[in-house]
């Protein structure tokens, strides 16, 4: 299947500063990527979707200022967790997809800790 | 809006035994896909099988198959002949938005 590369797989930051994750689809052209929050022994989150070239849409609940999303082109989305705070510690993790309907497939994902 | 569910938290199944997880879903869109995806203890998300809503046939991977039944919106995954590394959280997802039920924790034992 196609290679979809994540950085950082994991990091640890101080509260109040932010952390720029990168998802980086290797081998093919995503026009969409989803990006997705999972806690400890639960689902995978839904968060954003992001079409390349547009504003991404963010899900019920999820707070755009706070959680930064950029598409700017078909091989790179980008999550900015701004003024991280403990409770935004968690796993995060990208897919990315040719087209809609498609296959996606996904990131390592990013172990966030903020202290 | 779309919605998956799947009501096994935790499966068993003894090696080289078959095993059925369940995933019932909802939606109004008359064109969909369905997904399975295995997420073992390392984190990484592994797509297994996929399914479109107009195929008339249930997809196939290997030791992995979709029995889907469009009138009923199920789609459970069938694992024939476990492995001990088939241990692992299974999720069933559909599009458009990519969204994932709950999953089951599949264990296989000796």
């Known amino acids: 299947g196609a290679v979809v590369s994540q950085h950082p797989s994991w990091v640890i930051c101080k509260s109040g500063t932010s952390v720029k994750i990168e998802c980086r689809s290797l081998d093919f052209q995503a026009t969409t990527m989803f990006w997705y929050r999972q806690f400890p022994k639960q689902s995978l989150m839904l968060m954003a979707t992001s079409n390349e070239g547009s504003k991404a849409t963010y899900e019920q609940g999820v707070e755009k200022d706070k959680f930064l999303i950029n598409h700017a082109s078909l091989t790179l989305s980008t999550l900015t967790v701004t003024s991280a705070h403990p409770e935004d510690s968690s796993f995060y993790i990208c897919s990315a997809s040719q087209r809609i309907r498609a296959e996606a497939f996904f990131g390592q994902g990013t172990r966030l800790t903020v202290v | 809006a779309q919605k998956i569910t799947q009501t096994q938290p935790g499966m068993f199944v003894q090696e080289k035994e078959a095993v059925t997880l369940d995933c019932t879903y909802d939606?109004?869109?008359?064109?969909?896909?369905l997904f399975w995806y295995k997420q073992p203890s390392s984190g990484e998300m592994i797509f297994l099988i996929y399914q479109g809503s107009y195929d008339e046939q249930n997809a196939t991977e290997g030791r992995y198959s979709l029995n889907f039944q469009k009138a009923r919106k199920s789609a459970n995954l069938v694992i024939s002949a476990s492995q001990l590394g088939d241990s692992a959280m299974y999720f069933c997802a559909m599009t458009d938005k990519l969204i994932f039920g709950t999953g089951t924790r599949l264990q296989v034992f000796p």
């Open positions: 939606t109004s869109d008359q064109s969909y896909g």
